[in-house]
């Protein structure tokens, strides 16, 4: 069984996610979708709300063969537990390619059975990001078009929490 990861921090999940998560799905048997952390960024939703968004954001036919999950660790220990065949990841831009190029190596280095897939998004997509829905949700702009319809009242409530303390 062909066993994919798509990993990421997810804060929160959007539409591109949701769009590479759907296409890599039909690329392996089963896709894990595994909700993590990035020792660089101090994530707005707990690892839990974020694991949630996720699953909300999916039907209950995607859950079918699309896991998700959350892991506290080094991405190459999932991905080896789990006999991953590759790591999806989406770009959007060259810098987003270098990126993951970068982690790519750096993985592999740790776990040299380590592959990933890198998907190009869709033109439509090339602009949503984690740090604009936050940006444009903190100040009440409107991110409708970025994040699934099915988590949308729960990420703004999150936006109106926020601005309220
Ligand atoms: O959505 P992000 O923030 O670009 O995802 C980055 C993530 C979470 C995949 C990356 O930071 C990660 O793999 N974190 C877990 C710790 C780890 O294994 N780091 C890579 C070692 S080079």
Redesign the pocket.
Known sequence: MKVMLF????DPFTRGHRDIARRASKLCDELVVAV????A?TPLFTIEEREDLIRKSLTGEELDHIKVMKWD????DLYSDLGCCAVVRGIRSESDFRYEAE?AL??RL?YPGYDAVLLPCRDDMSLISSTIVKEVGFYGGDISKMVPAEILEEVKDKFKKGRKQ
């Open positions: 990993p990421g921090t997810f993590m952390e990035n020792s960024k660790g080094l991405l190459v982690l750096a993985n740790l």
